[in-house]
Structure formats: C-alpha cells, structure tokens
C-alpha cells in the first residue's frame, strides 16, 4: 500500500505581526480560519479528517512563542493531539526579529539553512521543548520554513534524534532549499542519517513538475497522482496544505475552490484501498525508503494542464476580487 502523508504547515503570519495585527487576530485568521461565513482552518480540516477516517500531520511553527509567550501554543497543540492527529515540527526564522530572548546572536536570516549547524541545532533544541512543553508527543519529522533547509539541518536533526525531514520540495521556482538531492527525487530515501520524505509531484504540460500542494493543483491532477502512486505501489505520497490555505489570499473569505480539491483529496485516499493514510509515526522507516529511480511522476497532460489553468483564473476571479479592489 501507499501510505499518504497529508501535511498541514500550521504557523502564524509573521506578516500579519508585522502589520500590526494582534496575537489573538492573527490567531483567528492563521490558525482558526475565521471568516465572517465560518472556520476553515485546522478544527474544518480535522473534521473532514474524521469524516473519512484520515489522519492529519500539522507541522507546527512554535517560534512565534518566543515573542508572544507560549500559552497560545497549548491551544493548536491540545486539540490536534486530543483528536489522535500528529503534530510535527516546522520552524519559520523570520520571528527571531521580533523575539524578546534568542537562542542564537547575530543577524536575523529568513531561513533555518540560512544558519551554521551549531545554531541551527539550537534553534531546533528550543522549538522542540515549546512543542513538547505544549501538550506534544517528541516529533520525530520536520519540516523547514519555506523549504529552506540544508544539508546542516539534516545533521542537525539526527543529532536530536528527529527520524524524517520533509523539506526538499525541488520543483517550486523560488525554491530556497538546498538540500544536495536531483530536484526530481519522488521517492523516500535515507540521506544524511535521516529519512527524507519530498514534496510529492505531478506533471504538467511541456515535461515540468509541480508539487503536491493542494491550492496548486486541480482536483483531475489530485486524483490522477494519487491513482498513479497507487498503480507504481509508491512508499509514500506527501502532499502539503497550510492552515490557512482554505480561505481566499486575501483571507477575508473561504475559497471553495480549494475547499473542493481538499474534500475530493480524502475522498479519494478513503475510496481507494491501495491508499493508506498515515502518520509519520505510523510508518516504518525501514519500508518506506525506495530506490530513487523505482518510480516515475505521472506524466505531464496538456489537457489536465489547461484544466487547471483554467480553473485557477475562475477562483482568482470569484474569491480574490477584493484584492484588486483594495
């Protein structure tokens, strides 16, 4: 079977920090996904989790505890953990600006692989003991903000005892993480000591790639990549959300578009039973890895291309018209 990681970056805005906005607005907006017609953040995602029977993986960013305090923490960790959901580790180094205390000196650098491996260990040292302290089991994976991770973060990470790193993602154009892999690995493989789970794939028109994120792909390229995992028997499918990826850019109100593709997402992992959702604790590092040429991406369609194409005008159309308004 396929095991399918779904991933859902948690993190408040440092944006929103930056503007101004409070802890408990940015809360509301990053976290809850609070519009005036409803929640869709990560309480919606864990309810249609268990409408299926799905487990959910929330990569939890703790640094923003460092400038507001850590209460707020026990209140995104609690109810995933309540709810029999993962909480990971993920770490955005931007907040570092705004700290009150710093496990490390100098310059304020945008991403962890942007550090020498000793601070970097120390940053993940402490966003460890906030999670811990918040309610969360030890993570055993990890995932970099904005994908930006080195090789030093992988050796940072066996030396804390962290079993999987879920950074490379090499097929994005602005892509920061520079983890030495060919930027079409698919497949889970053992890499500096450490389990490196990628960012899935699908293909497009014209021989490209793209990732595996839910408000990048149309619900034809969704189902088409998962089947096609299931046909190849893959080890694993890794597909990444944020917790506020269900609302509109402006997130003033929810994207049904992409509250559509994250609906047939599950419907399709629970339909289909070669397809298994899990956790990162849930599967065995040993079977997971594969050898890197095993597998094959589905190949690119020019018509699932301009489908999505298509359909991706549609919703800027729909939901983001008060952006060009504003």
Known sequence: MTS?????????????????????DNFASSILGRTPGGEYGIFWMMDRFDDYGLTGVFFVDPMPALVYGADFLADIVGPIVARGHEVQLHIHTEWLQ?????????????????????????????????????????????RAGNFGANEATLAALKALDITY??????????????????????????????????????????????????????????????????DQAMSAQTIVTHSFEMLNRARTRPNRMVIRRF????????????????????????????CQDRSEPLAGNRVRTAARMAAQVGSNILYDRSLRQS
């Not at 990681?5 to 993190?11: G, N, R």
Request: charged share 20%; net charge neutral; hydrophobic share 50%.
């Open 98 to 142: 705004w700290a009150r205390l710093t496990p490390v000196s100098g310059e304020v650098r945008r991403n962890i692989g942007d550090y020498p491996r000793a601070d970097q260990k120390k940053l993940l040292g402490t966003a460890l003991k906030l999670l811990v302290a918040a309610g969360a089991p030890w993570p055993v994976a990890f």
């Open 263 to 290: 609906e047939a997402m599950c419907a399709e992992i629970a339909r289909n039973p070669a397809l298994v959702s899990r956790g990162f604790a849930g599967i065995d590092p040993g079977r997971v890895v594969a």
């Open 4 to 24: 399918v990681l779904i991933t859902i970056d948690t993190e408040l805005s440092a944006g929103l920090h930056q503007q101004g906005v409070s802890l408990a």
């Open 165 to 230: 790193d879920s950074s490379f993602n090499g097929v994005i154009d602005d892509a920061v993480c520079a983890i030495d892999l060919p930027g079409d690995t698919i497949e889970p493989l053992r890499h500096k000591g450490v389990v490196e789970m990628p960012v899935s794939v699908v293909g497009r028109a014209g021989g490209a790639l793209r990732p595996a994120q839910i408000c990048a792909m149309s619900v034809w390229e969704m189902r088409a990549m998962l089947r096609h995992a299931a």
